[in-house]
């Protein structure tokens, strides 16, 4: 893979060219959004009929527009959705009327503490029409008489999801999930869209332990949908992370399973730790992104959310300042490089058994001590050898040999392949 400073830049690229997408939960945006993302990585794509039952859930009508706008008596657009997907309310449904601006006032959504920013707001199971637009732009309308189109359609179609399946050398599952949902927001969705690409992109080179799944699904409904899809093979997934709000100059924010201590906690917990970057790790709520669907009781799936600065923590959250500037090809890569550290401490996170049970074995005439030579950390590594082989009993993980020794987790993952190698211990 490239190094980590083109990767970003080319995430950035992808952000920017996703970002004028009008995407939905359902739609062709979404689908326009998955061809796109379907030349970095092959994606199977799923597409799921209106009315479908998905658990508690109905699959709702898909929603398109073409255009949509607000003109002043004199034909101009003082809104227009042609500037940006954000103008209009999400799943707004067709009109095309005449109206005072006070009558027209009730359809708007603006941001009085933020005159010159446009907000994200949806409407999705609730028949509504609106626009949302600057206050400050608001402010400027005179009295008078506005048309307004929202030339839409809700009508029996489709919910559009994605998978990429990068094969491990178990059948065992990772999922990793993102949403693309949203129309023109960089960080909440797109940074995590392209992070989840890349991170593909790289785990396909890597030939992991894990088979690792990603989903590209619109938000909660798409996660459920999945979830009612493969409720019979939900077992097989065993650790999952959900990318969102990826892209921001914040520190880091693991926001940990419901169970607490699934590993995929311990895990993330132990690379932000012992990576010394600043980061915040917080517990599970049952709010959020679709760790919240996956880790529901009936599933209790060992499911985390990795971002930097959460959702609803920045100002420009659900805004049009949440634009391609707002996100770096610098944080991008950062977050891409946390997700590769802890994927791989999971991969290689096994349990060993000591074959040579009593006493300590002689690692010298193994030529154990031998192979450390030159090494700036030999004594260090040598100390994860003894610790790998005190608590290889079947029952530690060499995550547990890494947090109670305090070495770091290559230097015990090494270790242990060298024992494993001298025939000292098994998995």
């Not at 398109?64 to 657009?77: F, P, Q, T, V, W």
């Not at 949902?181 to 869209?193: E, R, V």
């Not at 590993?263 to 917990?269: F, G």
Request: a negative charge; proline letters at 6%; charged letters at 20%.
């Amino acid at each position: 893979m490239a190094p980590m400073t083109a990767v970003g830049e080319e995430m950035h690229a992808l952000v920017e060219r996703l970002y004028p997408l009008c995407r939905s939960i359902t739609g062709d945006g979404v689908r326009a959004t998955l061809e796109i993302v379907g030349e970095c990585v092959p994606l199977r794509v799923h597409e799921v009929p209106t009315g479908t039952q998905v658990l508690d859930w109905t699959v709702p009508q898909e929603w398109n527009i073409r255009d949509a706008y607000i003109a002043d008596s004199s034909g101009k657009r003082v809104v227009d959705f042609a500037a940006s997907s954000l103008h209009v309310l999400g799943y707004s449904v067709p009109v095309s009327a005449t109206m005072p601006l006070t009558e027209l006032r009730e359809h708007l959504h603006t941001l009085p503490d933020h005159p010159g920013w446009v907000p994200y707001r949806t409407s999705y199971y609730k028949p509504e029409w609106g626009f949302c637009l600057a206050q400050e732009t608001l402010d400027a309308l005179p009295d008078g008489d506005y048309e307004v189109c929202v030339d839409s359609t809700l009508a029996d179609g489709h919910l559009t999801y994605a998978e990429h399946v990068v094969p491990g050398q178990i059948a065992d599952e990772v999922i990793v999930s993102c949403h693309v949902c949203h129309p023109s927001l960089a960080n909440d969705n797109l940074a995590g869209i392209a992070v989840a690409t890349f991170l593909a992109r790289a785990l396909a080179q890597e030939k992991p332990y894990y088979t690792y799944r990603f989903l590209f699904a619109p938000g909660t409904i798409g996660a459920i949908t999945w979830l009612a899809r493969n409720a019979e093979r939900i077992e097989q997934v065993k650790h999952g992370l959900v990318l969102a709000c990826a892209g921001d100059s914040g520190r880091l924010t693991y926001k940990q399973s419901r169970r607490g201590d699934a590993e995929i906690d311990r895990v993330l917990r132990h690379v932000l730790a012992t990576s010394e970057r600043p980061h915040h790790v917080t517990e599970f709520t049952p709010y959020g992104y679709d760790e919240r669907q996956f880790c529901s009781p009936g599933f209790d799936l060992g499911v985390g959310s990795l971002s930097r600065t959460p959702y609803a923590g920045y100002p420009e959250y659900h805004t049009s300042a949440d634009n391609p500037d707002f996100v770096s090809p610098e944080a991008m890569a950062d977050t891409l490089a946390v997700c590769r550290e802890a994927f791989a401490v999971l991969d290689r996170n096994r349990r060993y058994v000591n074959l040579s049970p009593y006493g300590e074995p002689q690692l010298g005439r193994r030529g154990l001590y031998d192979s450390l030579g030159g090494r700036s950390d030999a004594k260090q590594a040598q100390l994860a050898m003894l610790w790998v082989l005190s608590l290889s009993d079947g029952e530690h993980s060499l995550l547990d040999v890494a947090e109670r020794s305090g070495l770091a987790f290559d230097l015990v993952a090494a270790a242990a392949g060298a024992l494993h190698g001298a025939g000292l211990i098994k998995a």
